[in-house]
């Protein structure tokens, strides 16, 4: 009898949630595959996510992903953006090489990077990366960062989306934790020992290409480069297909 499908993880990005992945989550499904994506502690309206970090967007993930670890079952886990720091992060102790030595069955066989936070230095924060202050789409505001209304203007430079996803953007885009942004990370893109795979998304304004190559060279990754801006699985169904393919594959091997 054939193993059956790794499950894969999608951690989703800040301000965002995992409806805005739908064109990913959806074909993979279709494709037989168990896809988890819940949503970060990290992101949300209230103050319940005040003082959230990866660390919680971590026991989250393993709430949903270790009891089908515990049945044997593999995982892909793909980061987009900040959920890359997520996704190193979740492989701590959780790798199939790390659970056959403690006699546990399955684990994490290989990890994603979508144009994604693949940090490679211990103690660094995102928000040192981008040079200690906020950029002009995103404010303080108490303890959360909140979107402007540049995040979704044509002067963001980063629109290649659609206008009508655009709007249904505008709408649903929530806030992010300040912790989260500001927490220094503890298990880097360097720590993780399972294969690694960078999408490198080469129109991307927010994350730019130099970055995520410097990046994804620092972590040993495979790249893979895809001419798309930061959100490839909403500029179209042909991008996302893109990102699918790259799923596929390293799921299969």
Do not use: N, W
Not at 160 to 174: A, F, N, T, Y
Not at 226 to 238: R, T, Y
């Amino acid at each position: 009898m054939a193993s059956p499908k790794p499950v894969i993880v999608i951690i989703h990005g800040a301000f965002f949630s995992p409806m805005h992945y739908r064109g990913l989550i959806d074909p993979l499904r279709a494709q037989g595959y168990v896809v988890i994506s819940p949503p970060m502690p990290t992101t949300g309206l209230d103050d319940i996510v005040a003082g959230k970090t990866y660390v919680d967007d971590v026991k989250r993930l393993q709430e949903f992903l270790i009891p089908y670890l515990d049945e044997g079952r593999e995982a892909v886990v793909l980061g987009h953006s900040q959920g890359g720091i997520a996704a190193s992060a979740l492989t701590e102790g959780q790798t199939v090489g790390d659970r056959k030595a403690k006699g546990l069955k399955g684990g994490i066989k290989a990890v994603i990077y979508l144009t994604a936070l693949a940090i490679p230095v211990k103690g660094a924060t995102l928000m040192g990366l981008l040079g200690g202050t906020p950029p002009p789409i995103y404010r303080a505001e108490g303890p959360f960062y909140v979107l402007t209304e540049l995040a979704l203007s044509p002067q963001s430079g980063d629109l290649r989306i659609p206008e009508d996803v655009q709007l249904g953007l505008s709408k649903s885009l929530v806030h992010q934790s300040k912790a989260s942004l500001e927490a220094p990370v503890q298990f880097t893109a360097v720590d993780v020992t399972v294969p690694k795979t960078y999408i490198i998304c080469s129109e991307d304004p927010s994350l730019p290409p130099t970055l995520q190559e410097t990046m994804a060279q620092a972590a040993g990754c495979k790249v893979v480069k895809i001419e798309a801006g930061h959100f490839p699985f909403l500029e179209s169904a042909e991008k996302a297909k893109e990102v699918i393919d790259v799923i596929v594959e390293v799921a299969g091997h």
